[in-house]
């Protein structure tokens, strides 16, 4: 038997992915979204403040907003927890998409939405004292530092919010970053660093979190003058930046030095016909949630005027 033919598998549940499916739904094309979660980077956040329309809303509150709107389109199939593995090309016009567990399923294309992960500092320590210290989650995990010296690793927004997160609770907070500016915006930057407990180390290089049973402090070294020095600590948030979600392309699509895939931004066309991509695991330098979901409608209407051309095509309209 023919496996079921999809006009457009969405891959991710985040924003881009949602606002996709909602678009592509609407466009009636057949449409699969094949995800991990309904959820997105900005889950962990507690309060998200630009998220246009709300006020305020936290990152839980998003994610269930996003899936309840995706799900109110019964005609959207949906697969949660369905990481994607590999895509390769069935012909010159259907696309085969493998979920973990091995189901194969066709489209005549694809939206790759799925984001982004947290980098690691790949430094001893860090694995084998996670979640024993060593966090990535201010919102789930600050309440566990009440009255503790925590260090952040980091400079942009995320490394600030965790600060933000860790004053209500940490005594000291050492913010450890590798230049000599923070990257986050204004607002954001000055609410972290107005505290006295708040500390800056600037141009170092973490090298190793230290402890046995649990996190006692990390060693870095200071760039200039390659001193290595101690930091007493009992909590390190590692806050570096993240790594796009794009391996299972990366044989099929361009993508650049960080493995973010190359889109034509007009049209959210990845370097290969068919296939669009749209949020954090695309090239575009703002990493934001309405800005992920602008993302993701243009691919989506990208998609529908692909598939609308494709069909009119033999052998395209009927082969598979
Ligand atoms: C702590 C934190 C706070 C933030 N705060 C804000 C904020 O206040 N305002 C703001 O605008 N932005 C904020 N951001 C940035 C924002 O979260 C991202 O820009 C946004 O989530 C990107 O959306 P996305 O849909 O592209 O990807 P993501 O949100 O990363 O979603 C990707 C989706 O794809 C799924 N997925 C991943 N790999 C696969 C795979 N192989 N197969 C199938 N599914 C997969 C994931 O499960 C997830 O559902 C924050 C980010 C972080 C980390």
Redesign the pocket.
């Known amino acids: 038997m023919n496996p079921k033919v999809y006009d457009t598998i969405i ?8 606002a996709a499916a909602v678009y592509t739904a609407r466009k009636k094309l057949r449409t699969l979204l ?9 889950i ?2 507690a ?5 246009i329309g709300d006020r305020l809303i936290s ?1 839980i509150d998003l994610a269930k907003k996003l899936e309840n709107h995706v799900r109110a389109y019964p005609e959207i199939d949906i697969i949660t927890s ?4 590999a895509v390769s090309e069935a012909s010159a016009c259907f696309f085969d998409v493998v ?1 973990k567990g091995g189901e194969i399923f066709r489209t005549r294309s694809i939206i790759a ?6 980098r690691r500092l790949g430094v001893p320590g860090e694995a084998e004292l996670e979640g024993r210290g060593v966090a990535f ?3 789930c995990d600050a309440p566990f530092f009440q009255d503790s010296n925590v260090a952040v690793v980091g400079s942009g ?2 490394a600030l ?2 600060v933000i997160d860790l004053l209500p609770f940490a005594k000291d907070i050492y913010l450890l970053l590798r230049g000599d500016n923070l990257k986050g915006d204004a607002v954001t930057r000055d609410r972290a660093t107005s505290s006295p407990r708040v500390t800056l180390i600037t141009n170092v290089v973490v090298e190793a979190i230290l402890g046995e049973k649990s996190v006692t402090g990390l060693s870095y070294r200071d760039i200039g003058n390659r001193e290595l020095r101690e930091l007493s600590v009992d909590g390190v948030f590692v ?1 570096i930046g ?1 790594v796009p ?1 794009s ?2 392309l990366r044989d099929l699509v361009a993508t650049n030095e960080s493995g973010e895939i190359t889109v034509d931004h007009k049209t959210a066309e990845t370097s290969k016909p068919g296939i669009f991509a ?4 695309t090239s575009d330098p703002f ?7 602008g ?2 409608i243009r691919a989506a209407l990208s998609a529908y005027n692909h598939v609308l051309n494709i069909k009119k095509h033999s052998p395209c309209a009927e082969s598979l």
Do not use: H, M, Y
Request: hydrophobic share 40%; with cysteine.
């Open positions: 891959i991710g549940g985040g924003p881009a992915g949602c094949l995800t991990e979660d309904f959820a997105g980077q900005s962990s956040a309060a998200i403040e630009n998220w990152g369905a990481p994607v593995v979920a939405a799925a984001g982004a992960r947290r989650c201010s919102t927004n995320a919010e965790t806050e993240s979600n391996e299972f749209a949020g954090d695991v990493k934001q949630n309405n800005i992920a979901a993302d993701g």
